[in-house]
């Protein structure tokens, strides 16, 4: 197999990348009483000691300075319930939070309403990465939610997926 030096498509990488499933989060934080927010689907564990977790966002995000300035910022964990929700916040220059039930973390972050799991956290570390910005931040609190029947929301392919629909016995 040899390298070629030919550039990568950038939708054939994302074609590619799309046969990664992934959860959905939405990213929020409080700024001057004003709730900010965006989808977000590059989120994982960093580290066990200190509990670190991570996320990726466009380098040109509208949402991310604002959360960058307040130092913190909350992770929610969307439900399967919750398609509505992840397109809501994946839009740009709309009232994201119109409709959103949400109340505040032990941080100030907004939790929404619904959401499977959330995770507060301050700002740890960041790092520039091509086109993206790496956030890492340090987990100062965290809660499951009750609804215990409720399943993950899920992207494949390009695709919102429902586990249950695709589990294996």
Same mark, same amino acid.
């Given at each position: 197999?040899?390298?070629?030096?030919?550039?990568?498509?950038?939708?054939? +990488?994302?074609?590619?990348?799309?046969?990664?499933?992934? $959860? !959905?989060?939405?990213?929020? @934080?409080?700024?001057?009483?004003?709730? /900010?927010?965006?989808?977000?689907?590059?989120?994982?564990?960093?580290?066990?000691?200190?509990?670190?977790?991570?996320?990726?966002?466009?380098?040109?995000?509208?949402?991310?300075?604002?959360?960058?300035?307040?130092?913190?910022?909350?992770?929610?964990?969307?439900?399967?319930?919750?398609?509505?929700?992840?397109?809501? +916040?994946?839009?740009?220059?709309?009232?994201?939070?119109? $409709? !959103?039930?949400?109340?505040? @973390?032990?941080?100030?972050?907004?939790? /929404?309403?619904?959401?499977?799991?959330?995770?507060?956290?301050?700002?740890?570390?960041?790092?520039?990465?091509?086109?993206?910005?790496?956030?890492?931040?340090?987990?100062?609190?965290?809660?499951?939610?009750?609804?215990?029947?409720?399943?993950?929301?899920?992207?494949?392919?390009?695709?919102?997926?429902?586990?249950?629909?695709?589990?294996?016995?």
């Amino acid at each position: 197999m040899s390298i070629s030096s030919t550039a990568i498509a950038p939708l054939r +990488f994302r074609e590619a990348l799309g046969h990664y499933a992934s $959860g !959905i989060t939405v990213i929020t @934080s409080l700024v001057d009483d004003e709730p /900010i927010g965006f989808t977000c689907q590059s989120f994982y564990s960093v580290s066990m000691n200190p509990p670190l977790v991570s996320f990726s966002v466009m380098s040109g995000s509208a949402s991310y300075p604002k959360i960058r300035q307040a130092g913190r910022f909350a992770v929610n964990i969307l439900s399967e319930e919750q398609i509505r929700i992840s397109n809501q +916040f994946a839009r740009r220059e709309t009232d994201k939070w119109h $409709g !959103i039930e949400w109340q505040a @973390s032990p941080l100030g972050n907004p939790i /929404i309403a619904g959401s499977l799991h959330w995770l507060d956290c301050e700002m740890y570390a960041e790092h520039a990465a091509g086109d993206h910005v790496i956030v890492i931040g340090e987990v100062k609190a965290l809660n499951l939610q009750e609804a215990v029947a409720a399943q993950p929301l899920l992207y494949f392919k390009g695709q919102y997926r429902n586990i249950a629909a695709h589990s294996v016995a």
